[in-house]
């Protein structure tokens, strides 16, 4: 069984940044592909990017050269760096963690997911 933890929302303004922190506990997830998802009203769960255990990433299109994911597996920890954040990234964004192989863009491919956090951009 793995706990997942997210830290670092909140609320910025347009063109900000946050930088999101998803502890793991209960097992290392070194080996494990871990992803972020967010989830904004009224809308169904989606895909930000997942990263490897080999650190190999992948971003949704919305997302891509303005958000960065990494690990530290020393840590046991995923991290997402959001920058020239704007209204339409308002969210709860969700950590998660797949067992197997692959960086799937669906949440059905992961096994265990964290109580999500809120990100909140304002215009």
């Known amino acids: 069984q793995v706990q997942l933890v997210e830290s670092g929302g909140g609320l910025v303004q347009a063109g900000g940044s946050l930088r999101l922190s998803c502890a793991a506990s209960g097992r290392t997830v070194s080996n494990y592909v871990m992803g972020w998802f967010r989830q904004a009203p009224g809308k169904e769960r989606e895909f930000v990017a997942g990263?490897?255990?080999?650190?190999?990433?992948i971003y949704a299109d919305s997302v891509k050269g303005r958000f960065i994911i990494s690990r530290d597996n020393a840590k046991n920890t995923v991290y997402l760096e959001m920058n020239s954040l704007n209204p339409e990234d308002t969210a709860v964004y969700y950590c998660?963690?797949?067992?197997?192989?692959?960086?799937?863009?669906?949440?059905?491919?992961?096994?265990?997911w964290g109580q999500g956090i809120q990100v909140t951009v304002s215009s």
């Open positions: 990263i490897s255990w080999s650190s190999v990433t």
């Open positions: 998660a963690v797949r067992r197997s192989a692959g960086v799937p863009a669906i949440a059905a491919g992961y096994s265990y």
